[in-house]
T-cell receptor
Framework: DGGITQSPKYLFRKEGQNVTLSCEQN?????MYWYRQDPGQGLRLIYY???????QKGDIAEGYSVSREKKESFPLTVTSAQKNPTAFYLCASSIGASTYEQYFGPGTRLTVT | AQSVTQLGSHVSVSEGALVLLRCNYS??????LFWYVQYPNQGLQLLLKYTSAATLVKGINGFEAEFKKSETSFHLTKPSAHMSDAAEYFCAVSDRDNNDMRFGAGTRLTVKP
């Protein structure tokens, strides 16, 4: 079955540690996205990539980093510089530009204490 | 810049009653509009999309939405609510001039027996 996988579902880290969230898709989509979701705030764009080896910052990129070395993979690293990293993180992909619908993974809930 | 406003962070209806979730958008060019549904601790699933074809769009699970340019609205409706419709619903907008999709803050739908 085609789709997007995110792992792990739940992740716990101590403050000051970097953590990498995995996102893999087998839909052959060119574009991939990372969003952060907090209660009552909808989805906020962290980073997006429209092609391999290229990515752009979204609205809240500070404290995060990404890579896009393969078309099917778009990992997100939450660094110790992120002031409030506890959140639900969603990865998505689309065929191309934002005028196409996005397909979402199941999400990773990160808790930092 | 494009943006979306969802009126009402919480909507409660009785089972069998009409569901109406409101969405207003702003966009300087003809928009693409989407409704997504999210069940607890899951990713978003596309309900329907408007891409400048028919103004009345039918989606999955009996939902539909009507694009009204004069009102800059794209409200989501369902004639008869089911218990399984209880979830959070997000309206989103994108257009050809931007490389990202903007999401509303979401509306949580509760269905009472």
């Amino acid at each position: 079955d085609g789709g997007i996988t995110q792992s792990p579902k739940y992740l716990f880290r101590k403050e000051g540690q970097n953590v990498t969230l995995s996102c893999e898709q087998n839909l052959n989509h060119d574009a991939m996205y990372w969003y952060r979701q907090d209660p009552g705030q909808g989805l906020r764009l962290i980073y997006y990539s429209q092609i391999v080896n290229d990515f752009q910052k979204g609205d809240i990129a500070e404290g995060y980093s990404v890579s896009r070395e393969k078309k099917e993979s778009f990992p997100l690293t939450v660094t110790s510089a992120q002031k409030n990293p506890t959140a639900f993180y969603l990865c998505a992909s689309s065929i191309g530009a934002s005028t196409y619908e996005q397909y979402f993974g199941p999400g990773t809930r990160l808790t930092v204490t | 810049a494009q943006s979306v406003t969802q009126l009402g962070s919480h909507v409660s209806v009785s089972e069998g009653a009409l569901v109406l979730l409101r969405c207003n958008y702003s966009s300087s060019v003809p928009p693409y509009l989407f409704w997504y549904v999210q069940y607890p601790n899951q990713g978003l699933q596309l309900l329907l999309k408007y891409t400048s074809a028919a103004t009345l769009v039918k989606g999955i699970n009996g939902f539909e939405a009507e694009f009204k340019k004069s009102e800059t609205s794209f409200h989501l409706t369902k004639p008869s609510a089911h218990m399984s419709d209880a979830a959070e619903y997000f309206c989103a907008v994108s257009d050809r001039d931007n490389n990202d999709m903007r999401f509303g803050a979401g509306t949580r739908l509760t269905v009472k027996p």
